[in-house]
């Protein structure tokens, strides 16, 4: 199987939708911060493996419990994956931390700090 074939990219999107379900509504453990998305995974052509990159709302501390608290409930991920999705092997997750949503929020607060100094200083300048 090709690494981008349609089988494998379904496959993504299936362990992802399962994963978020499972995060979401299956954890009680309360290191795994309420606002945690599943924001892309890769499973690997052979199925053995799974990238899952996750994002989390809130501080260090937040997104370093919540790393914490699915890693030690790999187990029970695995075994509720297993029963979701009928695949050949069920992957062995990693999680990875996904900084794409928190960079994009910081660009865009530099991008309006910008613009609202350029704005002052035009006015500034139509002032005088």
Known sequence: MKKNSIKNTRINGEVQRVLAEIIRNGIKDPRIAPLTSVVS????PDLKTCK??????????AIADTLEG???A????????AREINLRNTPEIR???????????????????????????RQ???DL
């Open 41 to 44: 995974v890769e499973v690997a």
């Open 70 to 72: 699915l890693k030690s």
């Open 95 to 121: 999680f990875v931390m996904d900084q794409s949503i928190a960079y994009g929020v910081s660009m865009s607060k530099k991008i309006d700090e910008v613009t609202k100094d350029l704005k002052e200083e």
């Open 124 to 126: 500034k300048e139509d």
């Open 52 to 61: 899952a990159w996750i994002s989390v709302l809130g501080d260090e501390k």
């Open 74 to 81: 790999e187990g029970y991920i695995k075994s509720k994956l």
